[in-house]
């Protein structure tokens, strides 16, 4: 069964510095998300992403965040200078479509650690 | 308003007993798709099951089944003879058609099965 990957699985880096995150959406998808999720606290929506521009993009993506579909498979988060209260848990997301009944198939996720 | 409510932080449930996880939800879109989650320890979040407002029955999906309460806009979870296996976090989250593509999530509650 298909699936989206993330990797990596679990990065730790110092307070002030740069990091991508990266996925590979499920093939045929045409709609991408990043989540994140703080230790113990709900999942939240951070960005979407559709026909290679944001579609929609909440609060918490302020100017430190920026998306990227670099070539046909992979899609970046790049956080570029990374503060303690963004260590969470990371999750990439793709849809096949837009309609409701289409589910988003999450990965695995990768764990930021800002130190 | 919290577009998702999830009440119950914490359940126990004995093992092969049926459980129910509240989820109610905030909407004025009249097409909107609600779904549930699975977190387990490990941290990916897996699909379990769907339910499309327009739906004129509760979904099902093996031992998951979703109780669709329309006018009281309550889309509970039933697990039915509860495995070890079930212990984790579930989440409810909500997709609206004309508002967005972007999925909301309750707070999401804690599942454990007790042998």
């Known amino acids: 069964e298909p699936e989206v990957t993330q990797t990596p699985s679990h990065q730790v880096t110092q307070m002030g510095q740069e990091v991508i995150l990266r996925c590979v959406p499920i093939s045929n998808h045409l709609y991408f998300y990043w989540y994140r999720q703080i230790l113990g606290q709900k999942v939240e929506f951070l960005v979407s992403f559709y026909n290679n521009e944001i579609s929609e993009k909440s609060e918490i993506f302020d100017d430190q965040f920026s998306v990227e579909r670099p070539d046909g498979s992979n899609f970046t988060l790049k956080i570029r200078s990374t503060k303690l209260e963004d260590s969470a848990m990371y999750f990439c997301a793709s849809r096949e479509g837009l309609a409701v009944l289409y589910e988003q198939y999450f990965g695995p996720g990768t764990r930021l650690t800002v130190t | 308003a919290q577009k998702i409510t999830q009440t119950q932080p914490g359940m126990f449930v004995q093992e092969k007993e049926a459980v129910t996880l509240d989820c109610t939800y905030d909407t004025s879109d009249p097409s909107y798709g609600l779904f549930w989650y699975k977190q387990p320890s490990s941290g990916e979040m897996i699909f379990l099951i769907y339910?499309?407002?327009?739906?004129?029955q509760n979904a099902t999906e093996g031992r998951y089944s979703l109780n669709f309460q329309k006018a009281r806009k309550s889309a509970n979870l039933v697990i039915s003879a509860s495995q070890l296996g079930d212990s984790a976090m579930y989440f409810c989250a909500m997709r609206e058609e004309n508002t967005g593509n972007q999925f909301y999530f309750g707070t999401g509650t804690s599942l454990t099965v007790i042998p």
């Open positions: 339910q499309g407002s327009y739906d004129q």
